[in-house]
């Protein structure tokens, strides 16, 4: 019978939930790596067992530890993280240039082929990879090279790169998303990018639809159909079906259209998971109801899922990569909160119920289908 | 309480053993219990010591000073006999209490909530 694994990064250590392909019983192991936050853990598709992950403190910086045995024992691979060349500036919240300057990985993203190579979206923005396992990485330059870089501007939690998306059916695809400059694309394998933005209107920049400058929170795509993605933006969710060259709004009948995560259902291109947030100021869900949204149709109509979600007196956050979905037929959807609770749904987000209450507040949710 | 100075007149022994503390992550990082005993040549200084210890513990590296510039990251302060070390030049001699391994030297991590 099949497993999962579910990979969960807080602000104070890493945490491993296992269980059977029931989603009913679960065993937690952790805190891993204990009072460090982790920001990101994922496994390589290609062999399970290896598992990166991104710890770092403010006091003592950033380390990658590495796993070859599924999560049960750690060892500290690369963690020297250099700019390629004169590192330039970018923009501070100010507007005036700001030197870019290495603060911690935010999310790893192993490859789709090769458990050795590994990338790494780090703060201030720029994509890494390592094709040793992690003990050396290396800047693709040609992302913070290719002419938007000084006009990039941080977000509320940093100048992040926070999403890494590989394309299985063209192996040189890569889209990456940055919080606040926007969603870049490169068709060859890194070496140069284009910033592919058009369609997003951001009211808190001067030139509503400008090239750069949108706050991105988080994008996702189904492996099917690689050349839909799906966004959640600062305000507004977000559509494109020609591999972000264009994008067309989905918010639909949201209650609030501002939020963090954003999913695709494993066997339903068209089913698409959102936690609307209160606003950018408000970061609770509206009326202090938990709830999960759901479209079938691929943005537009969405319906609320509340089964076994808190719905009242609830004020806690989901943050960007907090929500993951697993491959079993029964599709498993699975998303963390500042709160300290991991939620499973085992049937496609019907019923909900907490993995664990209590952990640190949740960085990260990533799931594992195991044989 | 020691009072120990730099004496840059003392003649610099061969080899100086080193005491050096670490806080409570770095341990673990390490996986050491304890106080780490260094072989440090020279007069010890500060540099020498971490060099020492990250050559001992190469996970440590970056963790304590920055890997490209060396210097010591913000949110980390070295002590030694009641004193701040921090700001001294990194190629200061030790106390010569630290380097007779009378007192350890500390890394510790600053105070800045939890």
């Known amino acids: 019978m099949s497993r999962v694994r579910v990979l969960v990064g807080t602000r104070k250590g890493a945490f491993i939930l296992t269980s059977d392909g029931k989603r009913e019983q679960w065993e937690v192991s952790g805190p891993h790596f204990a009072g460090w936050e982790v920001y990101h853990l994922k496994g390589s598709p290609v062999d399970p067992d290896r598992i990166y992950a991104s710890q770092s403190t403010a ?5 990658i530890q590495r796993s070859d045995d599924g999560g049960a024992n750690w060892r500290p691979v690369g963690n020297e993280f250099a700019y390629e060349g004169e590192a330039g500036t970018h923009q501070f919240y100010d507007g005036t240039p700001q030197p870019w300057k290495f603060n911690r990985v935010w999310h790893l993203e192993p490859s789709l082929t090769d458990p050795d190579t590994v990338y790494a979206g780090v703060e201030d923005a720029a ?26 501007q941080p977000g509320a939690g940093g100048l992040c790169l926070h999403t890494i998306l590989l394309d299985p059916r063209q192996s040189g695809r890569i889209t990456v998303a940055i919080s606040a400059a926007g969603t ?5 394998s890194g070496k140069t990018w284009q910033a592919i933005n058009r369609g997003l209107r951001s009211e808190g920049i001067p030139d509503e639809d400008a090239e750069v400058g949108h706050c991105v929170h988080h994008i996702a795509m189904h492996p099917d159909r690689p050349d839909t993605l799906f ?12 591999g972000g060259d264009t994008w067309r709004e989905v918010s639909g009948d949201l209650p609030t259209d501002f939020g963090f995560v954003i999913d695709v259902h494993a066997h339903e291109p068209e089913t698409v998971y959102v936690v609307p947030i209160k606003s950018d100021s408000e970061h609770f869900p509206p009326d202090g109801r938990l709830r999960v949204y759901r479209s079938r149709t691929g943005g537009g109509e969405w319906e609320p899922l509340t089964n076994g979600l808190p719905q009242r007196d609830c004020y806690v956050n989901v943050l960007r990569d907090a929500m993951a979905v ?43 289908t195991l044989p | 309480m020691s009072t120990d100075t730099p004496d840059p007149g003392t003649p610099s022994p061969e ?12 341990r673990r990082l390490a996986q050491v219990d304890g106080e780490v005993r260094l072989s440090v040549t020279g007069r010890p200084t500060q540099r020498s010591v971490l060099d020492a210890l990250e050559a001992r513990y190469p996970m440590l590296r970056g963790t304590i000073r920055d890997h490209a510039t060396q210097r010591r990251r913000a949110f980390v302060r070295f002590f030694a006999c009641e004193r701040d070390l921090s700001h001294e030049p990194p190629d200061a001699p030790l106390p010569a209490s630290v380097a007779d391994g009378t007192e350890p030297y500390l890394v510790v991590g600053a105070m800045a909530g939890g």
């Open chain 2, 15 to 26: 080899t100086a053993m080193v005491r050096v503390v670490l806080p409570a992550h770095l």
């Open chain 1, 59 to 63: 006091w003592f910086g950033q380390l």
């Open chain 1, 326 to 368: 697993d491959r079993l037929e029964d599709c498993g959807v699975y998303f963390g909160t500042t709160g300290g609770q991991v939620y499973v749904s085992a049937d496609s987000g019907g019923t909900w119920a907490p993995i664990v209450r209590d952990l640190p507040p949740v960085l990260s949710v990533e799931v594992q």
């Open chain 1, 231 to 242: 966004m959640q933006k600062h305000w507004d969710v977000m559509r494109s079906d020609d």
């Open chain 1, 127 to 152: 994509l890494f990879r390592s094709d040793d396992g992690g003990q050396t990485w290396h800047e693709l330059p040609g992302l913070r090279g290719h002419g938007s870089g000084p006009q990039w």
């Open chain 1, 184 to 188: 870049f694309r490169s068709d060859d």
